[in-house]
T-cell receptor, first 115, second 112 residues
Framework: NAGVMQNPRHLVRRRGQEARLRCSPM?????VYWYRQLPEEGLKFMVYLQKENIIDESGMPKERFSAEFPKEGPSILRIQQVVRGDSAAYFC?????????????FGPGTRLLVL | GNSVTQMEGPVTLSEEAFLTINCTYT??????LFWYVQYPGEGLQLLLKATKADDKGSNKGFEATYRKETTSFHLEKGSVQVSDSAVYFCAPRGGSQGNLIFGKGTKLSVKP
């Protein structure tokens, strides 16, 4: 059973460009969480999605950031008009259910560098 | 909302030393508690978890006990190895939809 897949692993963008980060959850998992890790910091929750629905986006910046999890295909975190402060590691995690007892399984992350 | 406080790192130990990494949390109710480990350049791996008071999670020689009265979930290992060098994160379940709340992590370096 493959783990959580993220791609690309590394992404370099210039200021003003768009960044698209992809996350394929573990097989059988329909819940996806996105987290951001700034250098020397812990992870901060961004958004929680189920298939075709955004359940909680309380951690998402109000502008330029969006996320989706379509019926088919991976979850996408999209950052428009990137700025240097967006440079970070972005991790997604998946779980089979939303119960507080469930473990979240993390992908290897996408490291975004904005020049 | 829920929050977590971890002991500041970095922590440097010699091989076979005893390890304690303190973790305390504030929470509404009794959330599940997790320890994750992050090796350099990698994602987070679940190390252990506990889902209710007095539960003890254990894995690879690491242990942590869910202490409701002190709202703590300290990580311990009796004899660390060089391969345990990593960043360790304590994470209670947080928001209404079960996202994890992370502290800054504790970097552990084990010297041979």
């Amino acid at each position: 059973n493959a783990g959580v897949m993220q791609n690309p692993r590394h992404l370099v963008r210039r200021r003003g460009q768009e960044a698209r980060l992809r996350c394929s959850p573990m097989k059988g998992h329909s819940h996806v969480y996105w987290y951001r890790q700034l250098p020397e910091e812990g992870l901060k929750f961004m958004v929680y999605l189920q298939k075709e629905n955004i359940i909680d986006e309380s951690g998402m910046p109000k502008e330029r950031f969006s996320a989706e999890f379509p019926k088919e295909g991976p979850s996408i975190l999209r950052i428009q008009q990137v700025v240097r402060g967006d440079s970070a590691a972005y991790f997604c995690a998946s779980s089979p259910r939303t119960s507080g007892l469930e473990t979240q399984y993390f992908g290897p992350g996408t490291r975004l560098l904005v020049l | 909302g829920n929050s977590v406080t971890q002991m500041e790192g970095p922590v440097t130990l010699s091989e076979e030393a005893f390890l304690t990494i303190n973790c305390t949390y504030t929470a509404t109710g009794y959330p599940s508690l997790f320890w994750y480990v992050q090796y350099p350049g990698e994602g987070l791996q679940l190390l252990l978890k506990a889902t209710k008071a007095d539960d003890k999670g254990s894995n690879k020689g690491f242990e942590a006990t869910y202490r409701k009265e002190t709202t703590s979930f300290h990580l311990e290992k009796g004899s660390v190895q060089v391969s345990d060098s990593a960043v360790y994160f304590c994470a209670p379940r947080g928001g209404s939809q079960g996202n994890l709340i992370f502290g800054k992590g504790t970097k552990l370096s084990v010297k041979p």
